[in-house]
C-alpha cells in the first residue's frame, strides 16, 4: 500500500512527465528530464515509482483518462429518441472532451509511439459501459435500422473528437462564421438527416 508521502513523489512525477512528454514529446523526454522536472537530484528516485517512460505514460492515461466520467455521463442523458438523445450527448460530451484535451495529446503520443495499444486497452477494459449504451440506442427511435448501432456510436465518437480537435485548431475567422450555438446545430442537423439535398 502506497503511503502519501509515495503518492505525493509519484503525482510529481507525472505531473512532470506530462507537461514534458505534452512540450517536448514522448521521445524528446528522458528519464533524467522528468527526475529533474519532479525536483529529484538524481533519475535513481523515479526508478523506485516507475521502471521506463512508457509505465508512466500508461498511468497517465489511465489516470487522466475521461472515459469512465463519459460513460456516466451518457447513462444519466436524458432522450427517448434519436432526435433528443443526440443533441444533449453532443452538447455535454464535447463539453468534457474540451475539458480534457490534455488527455487528447496523451492519447496521441500513445498512437504515435505505441500505436495506441494502451488506449485499446482502456477502451476494452470499458466493454460493459459501450455495450450498454449500444443496448440503448437499439431502444430508441428515429435511427436508421440498416445500420448496425456499432457504426452509429463510431460515427458520433468521431464527430465529437472531431469537433473538439478542430474548435481547437481553426483559427478564429473561421469559428466566427457562426455562433457556438449555429456550429452545434449544423453539426447535429448533418448528424440526423445527412449532407445531400433534400429533394
Known amino acids: 500500500m502506497a503511503t502519501p508521502k509515495g503518492e505525493q513523489a509519484v503525482d510529481a512525477i507525472m505531473e512532470a ?13 528522458s528519464m533524467r528530464d522528468i527526475a529533474r522536472q519532479a525536483g529529484y537530484k538524481s ?6 515509482h516507475f521502471p521506463d517512460k512508457e509505465t508512466i505514460l500508461i498511468a497517465l492515461l489511465n489516470t487522466r483518462s475521461p ?15 434519436a432526435a433528443e438523445f443526440i443533441p444533449n450527448l453532443f452538447q455535454a460530451v464535447t463539453r468534457l472532451v ?17 500505436n495506441a495499444v494502451h488506449v485499446k486497452e482502456i477502451l476494452t477494459n470499458l466493454q460493459a459501459p459501450i455495450v450498454r449504451i449500444l443496448q440503448r440506442l437499439q431502444g430508441m427511435e428515429g435511427w436508421r435500422k440498416d445500420v448496425p448501432p456499432i457504426v452509429i456510436v463510431r460515427t458520433i465518437g468521431m464527430l465529437i473528437f472531431g469537433y473538439v480537435i478542430t474548435q481547437n485548431l481553426l483559427p478564429a475567422f473561421v469559428l466566427q462564421m457562426l ?17 445531400g439535398d433534400k429533394q
Open 43 to 48: 533519475v535513481a528516485g523515479i526508478y523506485n
Open 98 to 114: 474540451n475539458e480534457n484535451t490534455r488527455f487528447i495529446g496523451l492519447v496521441m503520443l500513445d498512437f504515435l509511439e505505441f
Open 17 to 29: 512527465a506530462e507537461t514534458l512528454f505534452l512540450s517536448q514529446g514522448f521521445n524528446g523526454t
Open 179 to 195: 455562433t457556438e450555438e449555429e456550429w452545434k446545430k449544423s453539426v447535429m442537423d448533418i448528424l440526423l438527416n445527412g449532407v
Open 67 to 81: 472515459y469512465p466520467r463519459i460513460f456516466a455521463l451518457v447513462d444519466q442523458l436524458e432522450g427517448d429518441t
